[in-house]
């Protein structure tokens, strides 16, 4: 018996290598292939990357390290600056496929590993480089680390792995401050993961967290906590406190995040759990100290201002564990398959960037294929999980299709509104610096961050400085961080994207001629408006501000120069 449970074990390994190597061949293939430029996000880290420090403007330093080392190999090409992301997720889930199998069987680990590496935000987030891609790995080895610790496997190496996963993970990003939260909540109801960390395993899983952490904390400390204090205005707790249509939002907004199949059968999950399965039940609160606190500290955000749909990615790769955890062991149920049925074809109505027919046929596609499985697998709801995963991996395939679609087919499918950040910043950078050095600016300066990083990536081996206008006075992003002084400002080429903060700019110059416009297409919209990126230019000198204060605002309220020219009535096209 032992014997064929250890083969059962290795074929479910060798069955999530597998799919898991293939999905990762795939990912790196379409970065190779991608179009896409870098959005703004993505350009920000990369000029990180070309000074190593112990902390950014706005985040830990772990995506710019991970960025250095991929492109001081590899070169500066977009797929160079996005390489780590897929590998990353990779690692992710295979530490999922330990966790699963330290907690359940080998076949729950290959279904949570194949649920997380498919699920939505993975499938988008391993194309792009970001902070939760980082962070992940890291998320998850904790995860892992943990259960081992608690288990009494592994001893110390469990409690240093545990350690160092915590200590990376926050120099990813402070959102592994929820996965202390989750240590709490253990600490609390489970009486293993007690007497695993009090004790001195514990100790030093906290002092190798804190020692990888501190040099972060030191070099904040020598920067005013300009990190730690973005991350605090990135809440936006002022003003009016109180939106609960936000909740709503939010909610739907993880369909899109987890899945739809996903998400239903975690809220399944949390109803038919069985006070008699003791054992089981052990582990089930324990993974849900790592998923409801995240998902409740959210919510809350989202009434009170607002959050972020991937605010509450943390939840999701225990969550995934879980969902395969209960579903593998759950008895057949007709009313479940047509309750995720009917809501995820609801879910899908209210997608993004699709016309309304387009989600009609394709969520009634997936309802009614749905359904039709559920009869074939008689209702058992393992069957959700190849469902979810086969759902999932569809959307890749879709997304994939879309990205490297040439663009006239893309405007004919309307996706061009969804990929405007992704296009046209390779073009607008020779445009403007060719204008540049055509009057012999002796800067750029631009009224926005993202065209600032968009440009500063794009014209990377560029003469002339470039330079971000202070609005406010002071910085208010890493792109403002350099100010525009003499010599610089003799003969400045401002390009600005934004009509109303012209007659802003004009005050603080003493001479201020306008020389023309830059537009750059990006595609149609579905109503069949174009979609631009349109640049008034001026030719200034003798930077001299005015304080931007309450007054000076108000002084240029509602004023603006040469606005965008509306969209002509589809009757005048």
């Known amino acids: 018996m032992a014997g064929l449970k250890h083969e059962s074990e290795s074929t479910y390994l060798r069955a999530t290598l597998l799919g898991l190597g293939l999905l990762l061949v795939l990912r790196i293939g379409f970065l190779v292939a991608s179009p896409l430029n870098l959005y703004a996000d993505e350009a920000q880290y990369w000029r990180w990357g070309e000074t190593l420090d112990w902390g950014y403007y706005s985040k830990p330093p772990m995506i710019a390290w991970v960025i250095h080392a991929v492109t001081s190999v590899f070169g500066n090409g977009e797929w160079a600056v996005r390489l780590a992301a897929p590998f990353l997720h990779t690692i992710g889930a295979v530490f999922l496929f330990l966790l699963g199998r330290a907690m359940y069987d080998a076949r729950t680990g290959m279904f949570a590993a194949f649920g997380y590496a498919l699920m939505p935000a993975v499938i988008l987030s391993s194309a792009v480089i970001s902070t939760d891609g980082v962070l992940m790995p890291f998320w998850c080895a904790g995860l892992y680390a943990f259960w081992r610790l608690r288990s009494g496997e592994g001893r110390w190496a469990s409690a240093v792995g545990l350690g160092v996963a915590v200590g990376a993970g926050f120099l990813s990003k402070y959102a592994m401050l929820y996965f202390l939260i989750g240590v709490g909540l253990t600490l609390v109801l489970d009486k293993d993961t007690r007497k695993a960390l009090v004790s001195w395993r514990g100790l030093a899983a906290l002092l190798v967290a804190a020692a990888i952490f501190a040099p972060h904390m030191a070099w904040n400390a020598a920067n005013d906590f ?4 973005h991350t605090v205005d990135n809440a936006n707790l002022d003003g009016d406190l109180f939106h609960p249509a936000h909740a709503v939002d939010f909610l739907v907004d993880q369909m899109g995040v987890f899945g739809p199949i996903s998400l239903i059968s ?32 959210i919510l809350v955000q989202a009434v009170l201002s607002r959050a972020n749909a991937n605010w509450a990615v943390t939840a999701w790769p225990a969550a995934s564990v879980l969902v395969a955890a209960w579903l593998i062991r759950a008895q057949p149920n007709r009313s479940l398959w047509f309750w995720i049925a009917g809501l995820t074809f609801v879910a899908l109505l209210l997608a993004p960037d699709l016309g309304l027919w387009l989600r009609v046929l394709i969520g009634a596609a997936i309802a009614g294929s749905m359904i039709v499985y559920g009869h074939f697998q008689a209702y058992r709801p393992a069957g959700l999980l190849w469902t979810s995963l086969t759902a999932h991996a569809v959307l890749a395939a879709f997304f994939v299709t879309v990205a490297l679609l040439p663009a006239h087919m893309s405007t004919e499918l309307g996706f061009d509104n969804a990929q405007k950040r992704t296009r046209g910043w390779d073009i607008a950078a020779a445009d403007v610096f060719q204008k540049a050095a055509e009057l012999g600016a002796t800067s750029v300066l631009v009224d926005e961050r993202e065209v600032w990083h968009g440009l500063d990536y794009y014209a990377r081996d560029r003469s002339v400085p470039l330079l971000s206008w202070r609005r406010y006075g002071v910085p208010k992003s890493f792109s403002e961080s350099v100010p525009l002084a003499p010599p610089l400002d003799e003969k400045v080429l401002v390009v600005s994207l934004h009509a109303e903060m012209r007659p802003m700019l004009r005050s603080d110059f003493n001479t201020f ?12 919209r579905g109503n069949g408006c174009p979609i631009t990126r349109r640049f008034h230019l001026y030719l200034a000198s003798g930077f001299a501000p005015d304080l931007h204060d309450d007054a000076w605002e108000k002084r240029h309220a509602g004023q603006s120069e040469f606005p965008s020219p509306p969209c002509p009535a589809p009757q005048d096209q």
């Open 226 to 229: 300009k990190t730690v204090s």
């Open 266 to 297: 975690l809220v399944f999950g949390l109803f038919v759990m069985r006070r008699s399965d003791a054992g089981l039940m052990g582990r089930d609160r324990w993974l849900l100290c790592f998923v409801v606190p995240v998902l409740v500290i």
């Open 513 to 524: 001629d306008s020389t023309g416009e830059i537009v750059i297409p990006l595609g149609t």
